[in-house]
Every structure is written in structure tokens, then in C-alpha cells.
């Protein structure tokens, strides 16, 4: 089955950056696949920040990190990345990677939409 970890997650100071790292395993390459990034801050629901088709070309990004966040993928490491500029309070909390198959990317900020998920990597911003 589908394996993801997260990692890069750690304490910013607001207006700073991060990456964050989601390693894919145990299935054979699909170009069909979206891979996602969740954000649940504390007592929040956990809602989409980005999503990517692993062949490339098509992106999403929430319009709430839009400008800041940007997703993307290498595919030679099965690897997706969050690279998150002028961090705010706000993004602080879990964020998870999800793999899933969405008939389209209309689709792909819907939590349904996804069939394996990591166990999260923790983002603390300090102001």
C-alpha cells in the first residue's frame, strides 16, 4: 500500500519560510495520482492548501496562501514539496500529504477525494 511521510515542519518566526517534504512509498509510479497538503490549525477543521497532479501541469493553491504557498513535485525522489514564504500566525498547525486519484483537479481540495495519508508534520509560528 501507499506510504507518505512528512517532514520539515518545525518553529518559524512569522514572515519566514519553510519547506515541507512528503516522500511517497510502496506503490508503483501512477501519473494519474494528485498529491495534496492539508493544513489543520489548532481547533480548525482540516481544509486543502495545495494540491498537484504527480505528471505535472496542473496545480491548485488555496486562495488563503495563494502568493505565498507553492507546491510542487520531483518525481526521480517520489517526493512532493509545500514551500511556505511570509509565514503567518494563522498557518501554524498539522500538515498532512495525501495521495488520491480525483476524476479531475476541480475535485482535488476535497478530503474524499484522497486514499492514503501521512501522519502529519507539526508548523509552529512564532510572532
Known amino acids: 500500500q501507499v506510504q507518505l511521510v512528512e517532514s520539515g515542519g518545525g518553529l518559524v518566526q512569522a514572515g519566514g519560510s519553510a519547506r515541507l517534504s512528503c516522500v511517497v512509498s510502496g506503490g508503483t509510479s501512477n501519473t494519474y495520482a494528485v498529491m495534496g497538503w492539508f493544513h489543520q490549525a489548532p481547533g480548525k477543521e482540516r481544509e486543502s492548501v495545495a494540491a498537484i497532479r504527480w505528471s505535472g501541469g496542473y496545480t491548485y493553491v488555496a486562495d488563503s496562501v495563494k502568493g505565498r504557498f507553492s507546491i510542487s513535485r520531483d518525481s526521480a525522489k517520489n517526493t512532493v514539496y509545500l514551500q511556505m514564504n511570509s509565514l503567518k500566525p494563522e498557518d501554524a498547525g498539522v500538515y498532512y500529504c495525501?495521495?488520491?486519484?480525483?476524476?479531475?483537479?476541480?475535485?482535488?481540495?476535497?478530503?474524499?477525494?484522497?486514499?492514503?495519508w501521512g501522519q502529519g508534520t507539526q508548523v509552529t509560528v512564532s510572532s
Open positions: 495525501a495521495v488520491g486519484f480525483p476524476q479531475t483537479m476541480n475535485r482535488a481540495s476535497e478530503e474524499r477525494s484522497y486514499d492514503y
